[in-house]
C-alpha cells in the first residue's frame, strides 16, 4: 500500500479569476464577418461586372457618381471595415500561433495593430470627403 491520498475530483471553478471572453467573440466576429463580406463582396462582383457593364466602365467619373450615394459609401464602408478587421484579426490569431518570442509577437501585432487603424481612417476619410469636382 502506498501512502498517497487518492485522486479527487475538484469542483469545476465558479469565477474565471480575471479571464476573459476575448477569443470567443474574436471566433464570433471571424464567423459572422465572413458571411457578412461573402454578400458584400459577391453583391459588389455582381453589381460591377454584370449589372452595371463591365470594368471597363470603372473611371473616376463612375466613383464619383457612385459615392455621392450615401448607399454605395456605406456599402464600400461596411467593406472595408469588415475586411480590415477580419483580416486583421485572422493574421493576428497566426502571429500569436507562430510567433514564439514575446517580443517578436508585441513587434509584429503592432505593425499589425497600426496598419490597420491607418488604413481604416484613410479609407473612411477617402470614402466621406470624396470630392467629385477635382476631376
Given at each position: 500500500m502506498?501512502?498517497?491520498?487518492?485522486?479527487?475530483?475538484?469542483?469545476?471553478?465558479?469565477?474565471?479569476?480575471g479571464r476573459t471572453n476575448y477569443e470567443?467573440?474574436?471566433w464570433l466576429?471571424?464567423?459572422?464577418?465572413?458571411?457578412v463580406l461573402v454578400f458584400l463582396v459577391l453583391g459588389h462582383l455582381f453589381i460591377m461586372?454584370?449589372?452595371?457593364?463591365?470594368?471597363?466602365?470603372?473611371?473616376f467619373a463612375f466613383v464619383a457618381g457612385r459615392w455621392s450615394s450615401p448607399f454605395w459609401q456605406v456599402w464600400d464602408l461596411l467593406q472595408l471595415w469588415l475586411a480590415m478587421i477580419h483580416g486583421?484579426?485572422?493574421l493576428r490569431t497566426i502571429i500569436n500561433d507562430y510567433a514564439e518570442r514575446d517580443n517578436t509577437?508585441?513587434?509584429l501585432k503592432s505593425l499589425l495593430y497600426i496598419?490597420?487603424?491607418?488604413?481604416?481612417l484613410l479609407g473612411t476619410l477617402v470614402i466621406f470627403t470624396f470630392d467629385p469636382n477635382i476631376g
Amino acid at each position: 500500500m502506498s501512502n498517497r491520498t487518492p485522486n479527487k475530483l475538484l469542483a469545476p471553478r465558479s469565477a474565471r479569476s480575471g479571464r476573459t471572453n476575448y477569443e470567443l467573440y474574436s471566433w464570433l466576429f471571424m464567423r459572422i464577418s465572413g458571411v457578412v463580406l461573402v454578400f458584400l463582396v459577391l453583391g459588389h462582383l455582381f453589381i460591377m461586372n454584370i449589372l452595371d457593364g463591365g470594368v471597363q466602365r470603372i473611371n473616376f467619373a463612375f466613383v464619383a457618381g457612385r459615392w455621392s450615394s450615401p448607399f454605395w459609401q456605406v456599402w464600400d464602408l461596411l467593406q472595408l471595415w469588415l475586411a480590415m478587421i477580419h483580416g486583421g484579426n485572422g493574421l493576428r490569431t497566426i502571429i500569436n500561433d507562430y510567433a514564439e518570442r514575446d517580443n517578436t509577437r508585441v513587434i509584429l501585432k503592432s505593425l499589425l495593430y497600426i496598419s490597420v487603424v491607418f488604413i481604416l481612417l484613410l479609407g473612411t476619410l477617402v470614402i466621406f470627403t470624396f470630392d467629385p469636382n477635382i476631376g
